[in-house]
């Protein structure tokens, strides 16, 4: 079936640690995305990729680092130097990178830092 | 930028009653979009309704562009509608995307 996953689906953290979130997708999706999720809040853009070796910091990159060697992968690095990590992280793709238009997720991971 | 403002903040209805949620937006947008998240925090895609109606199932979308508004029908409720609705449209030029703060369904049995 063509769909987005993302791994693992929760995770514990020690502060200081770098945990790296996975997300892949079959569907060929050109660009990719990151968004972080707090409990009760709207989603809030990390990252986006429109094409293989190319992102762009969303509103809230700080903490954060990316990379997008493969078309089919986006992976999510937290880094110590984000400040309060514990969150909801959801993936998702959309079809074309040329224009902004339908996305669709991955069921996320929740990040929790002990 | 555009602002997205979403009503009802919460809404608790009877299994089998209709409801109606309305997403308004501040400025023209080229395309909006309705998802449900789930209890379990997935988000699934509803409509992709840049103008004009919509149905699928007991659920159906009308966007009207002109007058800056997108409401969507959910009728003949049933528990499994619980959760949090969203509308969100894109910014101008790139690709983020513009969300409302969510409508919470609460369908009791």
């Known amino acids: 079936d063509g769909g987005i996953t993302q791994s693992p689906k929760y995770l514990f953290r020690k502060e200081g640690q770098n945990v790296t979130l996975s997300c892949e997708q079959n569907?060929?999706?050109?660009?990719m995305y990151w968004y972080r999720q707090d409990p009760g809040q709207g989603l809030r853009l990390i990252y986006y990729?429109?094409?293989?070796?190319?992102?762009q910091k969303g509103d809230i990159a700080e903490g954060y680092s990316v990379s997008r060697e493969k078309k089919e992968s986006f992976p999510l690095t937290v880094t110590s130097a984000q400040k309060n990590p514990t969150a909801f992280y959801l993936c998702?793709?959309?079809?074309?990178?040329?224009?902004?238009?339908?996305?669709?997720f991955g069921p996320g991971t929740r990040l929790t830092v002990l | 930028g555009i602002q997205v403002e979403q009503s009802p903040p919460d809404l608790i209805l009877q299994e089998g009653a209709n409801s109606t949620l309305r997403c308004n937006f501040s400025?023209?947008?080229?395309?909006l979009q309705w998802f449900h998240q789930n209890p379990w925090g997935q988000l699934i895609n509803l409509f992709y309704?840049?103008?004009?109606?919509k149905q699928n199932g007991r659920l159906s979308a009308t966007t009207v562009a002109t007058e800056r508004y997108s409401l969507l029908y959910i009728s003949s409720s049933q528990t499994t509608d619980s959760g949090v609705y969203f509308c969100a449209v894109p910014y101008v030029g790139n690709y983020q995307l513009i969300w409302g703060a969510g409508t919470k369904l609460i369908i009791k049995p």
């Open positions: 998702a793709s959309s079809p074309l990178a040329g224009d902004p238009n339908e996305q669709f």
């Open positions: 400025d023209s947008v080229n395309n």
């Open positions: 309704i840049p103008s004009g109606t």
């Open positions: 569907l060929n999706h050109d660009a």
């Open positions: 990729s429109q094409i293989v070796n190319d992102f």
